[in-house]
């Protein structure tokens, strides 16, 4: 089993900065790894594909990049319904599987 | 409108057995896998399993195997997550999911989740 971990666990940002998220995989995923966002209370919501596609409707601050076992989760400039978990999915090998998440807190 | 429409909330006791359901509309029901997703209180997201309403083929992942079953009924375009017999431990909220397509598979699609509460 692919073991995803993301860091860091929590990252404090203030409202209009940047926010860097990482996920690494135990072994290559080549680009198949999602970014999906979960607010509080709410089902998670998918926000990248493919390592880098935006799923439809994503607003153009959030990018992602990265390929192999390395990959990262950009907010430009943080919003206020950004605050939120994180969480990647590796789909290469079954089963696919989450990292635990990194919270994006207000500084 | 696309969506996946989960059961209401449930409380049961230890040993009991539970079934709940994940009815999707708008779309072709039986030509995309649908995926189970356990979130324990606090913790993140684990995948249970999935199943193509098609023709029932249905993948575990290993720690969910023989916990649990998953099933659906395509005439009525419902998937559901069953238990035979609860533990304290299965309390958690479990969502659906559907999988994009093949090769894709990322989950595009979210129910709002059904939380299970077992406790005696």
């Known amino acids: 089993e692919i073991v995803m971990t993301q860091s860091p666990a929590t990252l404090s940002v203030s409202p209009g900065e940047r926010a860097t998220l990482s996920c690494r995989a135990s072994q290559s995923v080549s680009s198949t790894l999602a970014w999906y966002q979960q607010t509080p209370g709410q089902a998670p919501r998918l926000l990248i594909y493919g390592a880098s596609t935006r799923a439809t409707g994503i607003p153009a601050r959030f990018s992602g990049s990265g390929s192999g076992t390395e990959f990262t989760l950009t907010i430009s400039s943080l919003q206020s319904e950004d605050f939120a978990v994180y969480y990647c999915?590796?789909?290469?090998?079954?089963?696919?599987?989450f990292g635990q998440g990194t919270k994006v807190e207000i500084k | 409108e696309v969506q996946l429409v989960q059961s209401g909330a449930e409380v049961k006791k230890p040993g009991e057995s539970l079934k709940i359901s994940c009815k999707g509309s708008g779309y072709s029901f039986t030509g995309y896998w649908i995926g189970w997703v356990r979130q324990m209180p606090g913790k993140g997201l684990e995948l249970m399993g999935i199943?193509?309403?098609?023709?029932?083929?249905?993948r575990y992942s290993p720690s969910f195997q023989g916990q649990v079953t998953i099933s659906a009924d395509k005439s009525i375009t419902t998937a559901y997550l069953q238990w035979s017999s609860l533990k304290a431990s299965d309390t958690a909220m479990f969502y659906c999911?559907?999988?994009?397509?093949?090769?894709?598979?990322?989950?595009?699609?979210w129910g709002r989740g059904t939380l299970v509460t077992v406790s005696s």
């Open positions: 199943i193509y309403p098609g023709d029932s083929d249905t």
């Open positions: 999915q590796q789909y290469n090998n079954w089963p696919w599987t």
């Open positions: 999911a559907r999988v994009h397509g093949t090769r894709n598979w990322y989950f595009d699609l």
